[in-house]
């Protein structure tokens, strides 16, 4: 839940790695999947792998992808918020909580559960029959986010909802008894809140599905498209980073103008890489203190 100068926001992190692809497709880093969260030795296997998504970041890119996995015109399309938490799967039946971690094995985070409303539905289904398995985000609501008490250990606030859930969710953490009343997360099903329609509803009517998802009382930070029809997109199966039935729309980073206090030259092994230092700014609750630029044809592009 403590950020330096030497993290990057996700706008960064995302241009990097389009960066990356670009040049080396097959790279490890996008080949593998990621693993995301501190490791403690404590860990749950998850009976089905919950791979991240491919990302895009336009409407266009979009419809090219519906596209792409249509049969015909009248393709149907499941549409629901992405939410910006933890991601997690809920064990019932076995009274576990894990985090999504590298997709394959995640952090036992079940000594979190008294900070967690589970607002899950039973017997429908849409989540199965037996409800022994849920799968979705660990997330704050805006407006819980707005009266919490809970503060760092340094007395300050958390400056956004997903530092908050980064925070009390570490696994590190063992405070739970001593927090529990001062923060209340929700555990939100991934596809609890849904629309579908085709490629052309969502051409015609894409700005105000964002409004209805971004009117949400969840911390949301993009749309998630998945083809209606499992019984067609499950096949198309999927690489080890990416179900190729669903994609994620991410919404634009926040963005800010800084001072430049100075420049330098970063040596690697295959490129000399400038970085720009700035005078810390917060973005999206993380204090930048430099910055990657990118150098092509004696020009210099801002990542983040």
Same mark, same amino acid.
């Given at each position: 839940?403590?950020? #330096? ?80 938490? =933890? ?29 967690? #409303? ?9 989540? +199965?029959?037996?409800? /022994? ?33 980064? +925070?009390? =969710?570490?696994? #590190?953490?063992?405070?739970?008894? $001593? ?34 998802? $971004? ?12 083809? /209606? ?67 092509? #044809? ?7």
């Amino acid at each position: 839940d403590e950020t #330096n100068g030497d993290r990057i926001n996700d706008g960064e992190y995302d241009s990097l790695i389009e960066e990356l692809r670009t040049y080396d497709p097959e790279h490890i880093l996008l080949t593998e999947p990621e693993f995301v969260g501190h490791s403690n030795g404590d860990t749950i296997d998850h009976d089905t792998p919950m791979l991240s998504l491919e990302k895009v970041y336009s409407l266009e890119d979009l419809l090219k992808w519906c596209d792409k996995v249509s049969r015909d015109s009248n393709e149907r399309f499941v549409i629901s918020p992405k939410y910006d938490g =933890m991601a997690g799967c809920h064990y019932k039946e076995r009274g576990l909580l894990a985090t999504r971690g590298d997709g394959y094995k995640g952090e036992n985070v079940t000594d979190k559960i008294p900070l967690i #409303n589970f607002e899950q539905k039973e017997k429908t289904k849409t989540f +199965g029959k037996s409800q /022994q398995k849920v799968y979705g985000e660990v997330v704050i609501k805006k407006s819980d986010f707005e009266k919490c008490i809970l503060t760092r250990k340094d007395g300050s606030k958390f400056k956004t909802p997903r530092n908050l859930v980064a +925070g009390v =969710m570490n696994p #590190n953490r063992k405070d739970t008894e $001593e927090i529990k009343g001062k923060v209340l997360l929700t555990f939100v099903q991934h596809n609890s809140q849904t629309r579908v329609c085709t490629k052309d509803v969502i051409a015609n009517t894409w700005d105000n599905i964002v409004d209805v998802i $971004e009117s949400i009382d969840y911390p949301i930070d993009g749309i998630v498209i998945k083809l /209606q029809d499992t019984t067609y997109g499950k096949p198309l199966g999927s690489t080890s980073h990416h179900p190729r039935h669903s994609i994620a729309f991410k919404f634009p980073d926040e963005s800010k103008w800084a001072k430049v206090i100075n420049i330098d030259w970063q040596v690697g092994k295959r490129k000399i890489t400038p970085v720009c230092y700035i005078e810390p700014t917060i973005l999206d609750g993380v204090t930048i203190k430099k910055i990657t630029l990118q150098y092509k #044809n004696h020009q210099v592009k801002i990542l983040c």
